[in-house]
């Protein structure tokens, strides 16, 4: 054999070697294909906890299903992992913890037992300045009576990383650029104008509370993720695919927008730091 022959066939198992990549299954039959070989950003997605699910639908669900409710919740829990991660996929690449390959039970209560939870202001809103508490006592009266002020702000649970080398651990294990927290699942019924349960105007509504930091901890994007679905629809599979999904296409838009503004901010500030930087003639 020739040494050019020999050039091409190596040149060739190469290049099969470097565009192999592998699949991640999915309870949803999809096969993803990672076998991008350049990856602009890297994700990993942590699910909710298991006690951070607040359905009102249980028992519809199970009425039709026949599953238990803690099964109804890992479905549900599931089905939104899924989503999240196949929104994600379609401009990123993201590896989640509750799928697939890099499935861990072991590295998701790592993550739990080192982060808590904390209400924020949903991102926008303003804060509610409902009756005046000017003794920051918790308490105030008014018409000779004592009251509790009530917050009626908008907001969220938000993500709050309390073991200083969780992220570094996470990073140096899965070399992700970005953390992607599913803090809380809401599902709930909500003020309908009709009674009849049949009809699909008859609502529910689906809140995700999500928190997306960088390696170093910074806030990339954060807040509430919300749609509605209609009554009738008690298998979480179909909600998953039919609603969570645009959830999650709402969250990848926010993950988008906030990771804009930070490399646009990023650049002023190597701008300014150039200038500073440079000799005066």
Do not use: W
Request: charged content about 20%; some cysteine; proline content about 2%.
């Amino acid at each position: 054999m020739n040494s050019k022959y020999s050039y091409v066939v190596i040149s060739l198992a190469l290049s099969l070697i470097c565009i192999r990549g592998y699949s991640q299954s999915n309870t949803r039959g999809v096969s993803v294909d990672t076998s991008k070989t350049a990856v602009t950003h890297k994700l990993l997605l942590i699910p909710f906890n298991t006690k951070m699910c607040m359905s009102e639908i249980g028992k519809e669900v199970n009425a039709s299903t026949h599953l238990s409710y803690d099964e109804i919740t890992q479905q549900f829990r599931s089905q939104l992992d899924l989503a999240v991660y196949l929104a994600f996929k379609k401009n990123y690449a993201p590896v989640s913890l509750l799928q697939g390959k890099y499935r861990s039970d072991s590295v998701l209560n790592y993550i739990y037992t080192s982060t808590s939870y904390k209400y924020d202001l949903v991102p926008g809103a303003t804060a509610d300045a409902g009756a005046k508490d000017k003794n920051k006592t918790g308490r105030y009266v008014q018409n000779g009576q004592l009251e509790v002020p009530v917050d009626y702000s908008a907001r969220f649970m938000n993500i709050s990383v309390t073991d200083a080398h969780l992220l570094t651990n996470l990073y140096k294990r899965y070399h992700t650029e970005a953390f992607v927290f599913i803090n809380e699942l809401d599902i709930k019924n909500v003020s309908n104008q009709t009674e009849n349960l049949s009809d699909d105007t008859y609502r529910r509504q689906v809140d995700v509370h999500f928190s997306i930091i960088d390696k170093e901890g910074k806030s990339i994007a954060k807040g509430l993720a919300s749609t509605y679905f209609p009554f009738r629809e008690n298998d979480p599979k179909q909600i998953g695919e039919k609603y969570f999904s645009l959830v999650a296409n709402a969250i990848v838009k926010d993950y988008a927008q906030g990771l804009l503004l930070a490399n646009s901010t990023e650049q002023k500030k190597q701008a300014m730091q150039s200038k500073s930087t440079v000799s005066p003639k």
